[in-house]
DNA sequence: AAGACAAACCTGTCTAGACCTGTCTACCAT
DNA sequence: ATGGTAGACAGGTCTAGACAGGTTTGTCTT
């Protein structure tokens, strides 16, 4: 078999697990094969699997454990807990797009966690690449920092706050978080995600603490019922 | 077999253990099933259940004694778990009632899991005692035994489906649980619970299997998205 | 009724082997 | 120098046993 120019075997390899994880063929928590078996699959040497399991888990797509196997990450939203939910996709195969709809540095205006000052917020939206109906609404927000100046200008690290602020060396040390029904969109939110006011939602609110117990992040999310729904495994 | 998250097998029992433990399935003092009974519900070798009660011991959460078996020493307060999700009244404190809608032996008649031929149904509701309307609805089904035949006279202990498939030695070995919106309460399941058809609802399914993949046990529930919500601390 | 005994449990410990990832080295090709 | 091959080795995880010794219980004997 010729090889591409451009494209490495274990780039290949990585490309095409990773469209497998992508697609859902390789469901969030379920075990890749084992390296020898990919070599069998592959036709390649255990080096090249590995290396090819790298870029993977570099991406965060897979984790892998010493006897035990690799293991798909992505999807689980959530925490590596591996007993928490999953945010999941119950409609199969939706293309979605996402849309910052603003980064910028303002008072805390969401009600729930106590005022805290100036924050970070983002606003994302996710939609429905083929309609571009709104699927997902969400409103992070971060107690601000002044490094984060070029968070506004330069935007976030590979469109994820948790990534941007990890990069930042930050992470929480607990959270909770909460599901409820949202019996009516509210026009506001309907407005900007193009759906009708009225509609029930699955809504989420999760709420990180660091280490003293200070807020890190909050999050309230509103989410398509017909396409999101809650998982978890035990 | 398939793993669910980046997990061993002995952490896994750990974890499930660690649940029942929190959550008050097994009290303080209670002894655990033998480590050979434990082999059977979670299809693994010995040493790997040794290994997960090896955990729980240095956590401080059971003791064993040689020829005689582990007991629980966690005597702290039974809080709620702690991993996972929880089912939680937003609304404070309502009184609830429950009333059995019915105990039967029957044909599997709800669609998610594929057939499975007799199973044990149980059907409930939990209600509002100031105003009598449903809050709950749960449909629980289990592959019928022959033993069951008791319960359909006498109904279950404590009122509870797990608490009597526990007291005949029955518990699952893995679970999954989704939950989701449900748009529009049908109007059968809306007369039952003397609500209005077509409100928006929380809907959870949990399905456990034996250590072999069997079906367990399956419950589907409908809720009162004012009354409940979902609650997870990480 | 009291004691001895055996069977059936239980946990503690060990082994051999299968299969997994992590790491390394030597070598080849472009 | 880069990317791939092939193999060896270490160590983690799990299985399937065997064996020893503690605990309980029922039974048989005295």
């Known amino acids: 078999m010729k090889q591409s120019a451009a ?13 497998e994880i ?10 890749l094969s084992s390296e020898n078996a990919l070599v069998e699959r592959f036709a390649v040497s255990r080096t090249t699997v590995r290396k090819g399991l790298g870029i993977l888990a570099a991406k965060g797509l897979i984790r892998t454990k010493v006897g035990i196997g690799s293991f798909v990450t992505y999807g689980g939203a959530v925490i590596d807990s591996g007993s ?32 805290q000052g100036e924050m970070l917020a ?33 935007g976030l690290n590979g469109g ?3 990534r941007t602020l990890a990069a930042r060396g930050l992470s929480p040390a607990t959270g909770e978080e909460w599901a409820n029904v949202l019996c009516a969109l509210p026009a506001g939110d309907a407005a900007l ?42």
């Not at 992508?22 to 075990?31: E, F, I, M, N, V």
């Not at 999953?86 to 005022?115: E, F, V």
């Not at 939609?127 to 490094?147: H, S």
């Open 84 to 115: 928490g939910w999953s945010l999941s996709l119950a409609d199969g195969r939706a293309r979605l797009g996402t849309r910052i709809l603003r980064i910028a540095r303002l008072p805390m205006d969401l009600d729930d966690p106590a005022p």
């Open 122 to 154: 983002v606003d994302r939206i996710r939609f429905r690449e083929e309609t571009g109906q709104g699927l997902t609404l969400e409103r992070a927000r971060v107690p601000w920092r002044d490094d984060y100046e070029a968070v506004l200008s330069e």
């Open 7 to 19: 494209e490495s075997k274990s780039q290949r390899i990585a490309r095409v697990l990773e469209a």
């Open 193 to 234: 995600m193009g759906r009708r006011a009225g509609e029930p939602m699955l809504r989420l609110r999760r709420l990180t603490r660091d280490g003293h117990g200070g807020l890190f992040e909050y999050v309230e999310s509103v989410l398509d019922p017909e396409v999101f729904g809650l998982h978890m495994e035990f």
């Open 160 to 162: 994820s706050l948790s």
């Open 22 to 31: 992508r697609s859902g063929t390789l469901t969030d928590g379920a075990a």
